[in-house]
Each structure stands twice: as structure tokens, then as C-alpha cells.
């Protein structure tokens, strides 16, 4: 049952329910301690980070999350995430060392046991009351004056590698668009490196995902070749894949020649147009972009 429900009773949360973004990005300079408490002054440095759940402790009792918790912060004040098995999403709004989620929405749907066990536990002990933060090193505990405990790691960006980014988006310019309903969750695409394949210097060609992200094509950059695979929404697809530094090189695509309904296919042929060309890429957490010369592409998220 997918219905949504309105939780009035805001949850407040000890400043930062997001580590600061440059303990989060792994800076191993810290206190000397390998952890900190969470200061006054942290809304511009905490959102923008997506945590993964690892446990919580209640009672004493540690419980393991399943896949997929997860929370995150963004800039705008949205606050969305995952209990185990429902997501939610709210409105954070700063005050001094403090967070509050207003107006909490959720889905209401009936998972295993053992999710709902856990979601259940998180849902209360974010709910218990003001929670005091303590983060280093890309961990953040959180705990409540009864003192359980939530646990959360920074979670990495998906890599280019292995990953199914099923797309949600197309994109134009500054403008991004949803698929068509019919298409919804249908498109999605991996890509594959060929055996072997390695970066400048001996390291594997995943290993420069984080910095090549950003934009940074270096001159001259190793190329790694492998393919791309999966789905226009219709239609299977698959063609050559070459990475450089921050652009990918798609080959001609090889695809069924199935007949679907209009939407459908009208949203494979702009998938289709990023073939046989060279697209740029990033990616931030678990979404990636890919883009062409003349500002269209499509928009991904990794699946959980």
C-alpha cells in the first residue's frame, strides 16, 4: 500500500544531523582524537551530505539497518531519506545547534519483518527528542537524552563502474524534465570496464571516479574501454564505452527492434541521441548526469 501520511510532531535534532561536509569528505587532519562534537554554526557545512544508517542501539541492543536507510540534507532545507523500508521527506529549518523536521511525510508500506522492525526503532529514536551529535572522520553518532545511539557513515559516490543508473530525467540546457509515466523506472543503463583495463600509474580505472566528477579532464588522460548495457525504456541496448578523464565515448548503439506505445518510444529516441558521440559526466552521490555537446542528456540515479 503506497499512501503517504502527515506526522505533525516535528522532530528536533542536536545540531547537525549531517556531519560537516569537510570531516565528511574524509579529511584525516582532524582533532588528533578522531572525533568532534558538532558546533553552533553548521547549516552551510551539513547539507548537501547523504548519510548512511549503519544501527541503532536501544536498550543496549544494537540493530543492524538494512539496505537503503538513509538521510540527507539539502541546501534548500528538504530533508528526505529512508527509514529501512518507507521514505520520508520534511522541511529542516536552523536555529543555533539545532534541526528541526517540520511536516514529516512517509509512505506507508508493508516491508519484512525484520525492515519494519528496524524502521520502528529508528522512526522513535529520531523522535525522541533533541539528540547530541558527535562526528569524525566520516561517522556521526547520534544520541538521545535516554542515551540510544544512531549510527551513520558518509556515504560514497556510486561509481561509474557496475552501478544500474536508471534514469529519471531528461535534460536540456538548465532545464530537466521528468520521463514519461510509461517509461517510469524502465530506462536505465551500467556500464562495464573491460578486463584489465587500468588508469595512468597502475590503478584501476575506478579509482579517479572522485576527482574526474568534478569536471577536471586532464589533458592527456589514459583512456579506459569498455562497454555500456541496458535498457531505452522499450528497447535493450548496447554499444562501446571509452572513458577520458570526465567524457565518455559511446559507440554506434546496438538495439531490439521491439514496437512499444508512443511515450515509450518517443523517450527512447532521446535516449538514442547520446550515442555515437562524446558525452560529459558527473557524479554526486548516487545521481549522475550525462550530457552532450549541445547541452542535452539525461539524468541517473544509482539503484539501492
Known sequence: MYRQRLTLPALTLTALTLLP??????????????SSSVGADT???VTGVDWTVDSVTVNGTTHQ????????IAKDGRATGNYGC???????????????????LSTEMACEKRPM?????LARALAAGPLTAEA????????TTEGDRVHLTEEKDAPLYGTKWTVNSLVGGDVAQSLPAAADGKAWLTFTKKSGDKEAGGKEAGDK????????????????TGTVSGSLGCNRVSAK???????????????????CSGSLMTAEKSLLKLFDSTVSYRIDHRSITLTSENGEGIGAMADR
Open 65 to 72: 539497518a538494512p539496505d537503503g536507510a538513509h538521510v540527507e
Open 209 to 224: 571516479e572522485a576527482g574526474d566528477k568534478k569536471g577536471a579532464n586532464k589533458k592527456g588522460a589514459d583512456k579506459e
Open 241 to 259: 564505452a571509452t572513458v577520458r578523464g570526465s567524457h565518455i565515448t559511446l559507440g554506434a548503439p546496438r538495439t531490439t527492434r521491439q514496437m
Open 43 to 45: 547549516e552551510p557545512s
Open 21 to 34: 561536509l569537510a570531516v565528511a569528505c574524509g579529511n584525516e587532519k582532524g582533532g588528533g582524537t578522531g
Open 136 to 143: 569524525g572522520q566520516g561517522k556521526l553518532t547520534l544520541t
Open 86 to 104: 518507507n521514505s520520508f521527506h520534511s522541511t529542516a529549518t536552523f536555529k543555533g545547534d539545532r534541526i528541526t523536521l517540520s511536516r514529516t
Open 117 to 121: 522492525e528496524f524502521e520502528a526503532s
